[in-house]
């Protein structure tokens, strides 16, 4: 009864979305197409992308900061500017910017002749608009506006000259960056009348309808401004089990994927000419955070932990290569200085015995396991079916099993993970990040900047892993401010090899994205910053 309740709810939603589609500036694309998910029969292109579905929240990037990922990934919003496959920073909204030699003035440029979907012009006031509900609308959620741009900047808009100014308090190295980042995607917030699942963007795709638990139908966007849309419509379906992916694909239930994580299917579609598999060496770290709130406190267990894994045979073979094995919280193709950093506590099970014993951390009562402070150890490892991240924890699992601590894997869906998470409800949690976000690892180093770990109570800005180190923290607030690129790098590694010394995170390797598709689709690839998905370079095949 829930459930259909819940379906129910879901299609009343859908239909008041789409009334408020028809009530825009000039022709929603909903209105003139009427694709959806039986239209192939009368001739029209229908991509049939199935994915995972990374939020329970829908697309307002204002309550969830992977539904701002959705809204650009399902190609339904856009920001000012967006990262190439080199993580280099292009115009994409804005097409014109200048910085005050202070970097606390910047003048963006909006681009002539960019409509939303429902056909109302982009202007310099709807961009300001945009970012003052991010902020108003986004105080009780787990979004992080603040994190790209301070709640205390000054906004305005100047629809003439079609341009929005924002003074900060701070200075930033580069704005243009932080403007990137999906959460700050610009919505139409004057027509959009339901955030959660019909949210207007200037992409070239737009919300026909939603239905719970199973995914969008999306349909071309007439008023796209940057070139012709490849396919009428988008089947977005749902699917968050590999195999199952993997299964839809070669039955033609979808024609495109992304991230099969199954090594198996992966090489049979490898192999199979009829699908094309694109592999981008990316930006993604796969860890684990360890709590220091609990057992892995104490120096010799945590230390030991690391030194008793073996991330690199389980990058390279039991995830077939889906990881890069490295030691670091940053990927060793960027330019951080990876080949600088040193690594105390590499894969060595009889040195991690050795060490356990010297601590008096021994398993004294014969049953295998050893004991901290008469305590016997087991560890809560929680984790998620994603990106072979609970593969790594059974990996863990089973090898830490040999030098006797006990591992309770958890395995659950990411947002019950992410609650766990906030509550301390672990000793090590699985986790996938991008790590240069906004072009560099400023915002993902707060996962470990010390002041966080008393503010639990706000969601948007937790160390949740209890890490506490004042070198970190010295050096972090340096970077926050630092302009000069050159010591900005400096500080980086610095900081990295804080986290390595301190033992502060389970890193296991750096993710490789793919995405897979059907001989009936031409042009799909994963990007380098993953957070383009269905773009116009995806396109029937000829």
Same mark, same amino acid.
């Given at each position: 009864?829930?459930?259909?309740?819940?379906?129910?709810?879901?299609?009343?939603?859908?239909?008041?979305?789409?009334?408020?589609?028809?009530? !825009?500036?000039?022709?929603?694309?909903?209105?003139?197409?009427?694709?959806?998910?039986?239209?192939?029969?009368?001739?029209?292109?229908?991509?049939?992308?199935?994915?995972?579905?990374?939020?329970?929240?829908?697309?307002?990037?204002?309550?969830?900061?992977?539904?701002?990922?959705?809204?650009?990934?399902?190609?339904?919003?856009?920001?000012?500017?967006?990262?190439?496959?080199?993580?280099?920073?292009?115009?994409?909204?804005?097409?014109?910017?200048?910085?005050?030699?202070?970097?606390?003035?910047?003048?963006?440029?909006?681009?002539?002749?960019?409509?939303?979907?429902?056909?109302?012009?982009?202007?310099?006031?709807?961009?300001?608009?945009?970012?003052?509900?991010?902020?108003?609308?986004?105080?009780?959620?787990?979004?992080?506006?603040?994190?790209?741009?301070?709640?205390?900047?000054?906004?305005?808009?100047?629809?003439?000259?079609?341009?929005?100014? *924002?003074?900060?308090?701070?200075?930033?190295?580069?704005?243009?960056?932080?403007?990137?980042?999906?959460?700050?995607?610009?919505?139409?917030?004057?027509?959009?009348?339901?955030?959660?699942?019909?949210? *207007?963007?200037?992409?070239?795709?737009?919300?026909?309808?939603?239905?719970?638990?199973? !995914?969008?139908?999306?349909?071309?966007?007439?008023?796209?401004?940057?070139?012709?849309?490849?396919?009428?419509?988008?089947?977005?379906?749902?699917?968050?089990?590999?195999?199952?992916?993997?299964?839809?694909?070669?039955?033609?239930?979808?024609?495109?994927?992304?991230?099969?994580?199954?090594?198996?299917?992966?090489?049979?579609?490898?192999?199979?000419?009829?699908?094309?598999?694109?592999?981008?060496?990316?930006?993604?770290? !796969?860890?684990?955070? *360890?709590?220091?709130?609990?057992?892995?406190?104490?120096?010799?267990?945590?230390?030991?932990?690391?030194?008793?894994?073996?991330?690199?045979?389980?990058?390279?073979?039991?995830?077939?290569?889906?990881?890069?094995?490295?030691?670091?919280?940053?990927?060793?193709?960027?330019?951080?200085?990876?080949?600088?950093?040193?690594?105390?506590?590499?894969?060595?099970?009889?040195?991690?015995?050795?060490?356990?014993?010297?601590?008096?951390?021994?398993?004294?009562?014969?049953?295998?396991?050893?004991?901290?402070?008469?305590?016997?150890?087991?560890?809560?490892?929680?984790?998620?079916?994603?990106?072979?991240?609970?593969?790594?924890?059974?990996?863990?699992?089973?090898?830490?099993?040999?030098?006797?601590?006990?591992?309770?894997?958890?395995?659950?869906?990411?947002?019950?993970?992410?609650?766990?998470?906030?509550?301390?409800?672990?000793?090590?949690?699985?986790?996938?990040?991008?790590?240069?976000?906004?072009?560099?690892?400023?915002?993902?180093?707060?996962?470990?900047? !010390?002041?966080?770990?008393?503010?639990?109570?706000?969601?948007?800005?937790?160390?949740?892993?209890?890490?506490?180190?004042?070198?970190?923290?010295?050096?972090?607030?340096?970077?926050?401010?630092?302009?000069?690129?050159?010591?900005?790098?400096?500080?980086?590694?610095?900081?990295?090899?804080?986290?390595?010394?301190?033992?502060?995170?389970?890193?296991?390797?750096?993710?490789?994205?793919?995405?897979?598709?059907?001989?009936?689709?031409?042009?799909?690839?994963?990007?380098?910053?993953?957070?383009?998905?269905?773009?116009?370079?995806?396109?029937?095949?000829?």
């Amino acid at each position: 009864m829930k459930k259909q309740a819940k379906r129910m709810l879901a299609l009343c939603a859908a239909a008041v979305m789409a009334v408020g589609m028809l009530s !825009g500036c000039g022709g929603s694309s909903s209105e003139s197409t009427g694709a959806g998910s039986e239209t192939s029969a009368s001739g029209e292109n229908i991509l049939k992308f199935g994915c995972q579905n990374y939020s329970a929240g829908g697309i307002d990037p204002a309550v969830d900061t992977n539904n701002g990922w959705n809204v650009v990934r399902y190609g339904i919003g856009e920001c000012l500017f967006k990262f190439n496959d080199a993580m280099e920073i292009e115009p994409w909204l804005c097409d014109t910017y200048e910085m005050s030699e202070d970097h606390k003035t910047w003048t963006f440029h909006i681009r002539d002749g960019v409509k939303f979907s429902d056909g109302c012009d982009l202007t310099a006031q709807k961009v300001v608009d945009n970012f003052e509900r991010l902020f108003e609308a986004g105080a009780s959620g787990t979004a992080t506006p603040e994190k790209f741009l301070e709640k205390e900047a000054k906004m305005t808009a100047d629809d003439e000259a079609g341009t929005v100014t *924002i003074v900060t308090e701070t200075a930033y190295p580069d704005l243009r960056k932080n403007l990137a980042y999906p959460t700050m995607a610009i919505l139409d917030t004057e027509h959009t009348k339901d955030y959660s699942n019909g949210s *207007i963007g200037t992409g070239p795709y737009a919300v026909k309808d939603f239905t719970e638990e199973v !995914g969008y139908n999306l349909v071309a966007n007439e008023n796209y401004w940057d070139g012709e849309v490849p396919y009428d419509g988008v089947e977005l379906l749902y699917m968050g089990d590999a195999s199952a992916k993997t299964m839809a694909l070669q039955s033609g239930q979808i024609t495109l994927t992304e991230n099969i994580t199954t090594v198996s299917d992966l090489e049979t579609l490898q192999d199979d000419p009829e699908y094309t598999v694109t592999i981008a060496n990316g930006v993604r770290c !796969g860890f684990a955070y *360890i709590n220091r709130d609990g057992v892995l406190g104490n120096d010799d267990l945590r230390e030991a932990v690391l030194m008793a894994v073996d991330e690199k045979t389980m990058c390279d073979v039991t995830v077939g290569g889906l990881y890069t094995y490295g030691f670091s919280v940053l990927p060793s193709n960027l330019t951080y200085n990876y080949d600088q950093l040193t690594n105390p506590y590499e894969f060595d099970a009889e040195a991690a015995a050795a060490k356990l014993d010297a601590a008096g951390i021994k398993d004294t009562n014969g049953d295998g396991n050893r004991e901290l402070d008469g305590e016997e150890i087991s560890l809560t490892f929680i984790t998620y079916e994603n990106r072979a991240l609970d593969t790594f924890a059974e990996g863990a699992q089973q090898q830490l099993a040999e030098i006797g601590i006990g591992v309770e894997v958890k395995s659950m869906d990411s947002e019950t993970e992410w609650n766990e998470m906030t509550l301390g409800n672990y000793d090590l949690c699985s986790s996938n990040w991008t790590t240069v976000g906004t072009g560099d690892p400023t915002e993902y180093f707060a996962n470990w900047y !010390g002041k966080y770990v008393d503010a639990k109570n706000d969601l948007r800005n937790a160390n949740w892993c209890a890490y506490k180190n004042d070198e970190f923290d010295k050096l972090y607030e340096e970077l926050l401010v630092e302009l000069d690129e050159e010591k900005r790098v400096e500080i980086i590694t610095e900081l990295q090899q804080i986290l390595i010394d301190d033992a502060a995170v389970m890193v296991h390797g750096y993710y490789n994205s793919s995405m897979i598709s059907s001989s009936a689709v031409s042009g799909a690839q994963i990007h380098t910053a993953d957070y383009y998905w269905l773009t116009t370079e995806i396109t029937p095949a000829s």
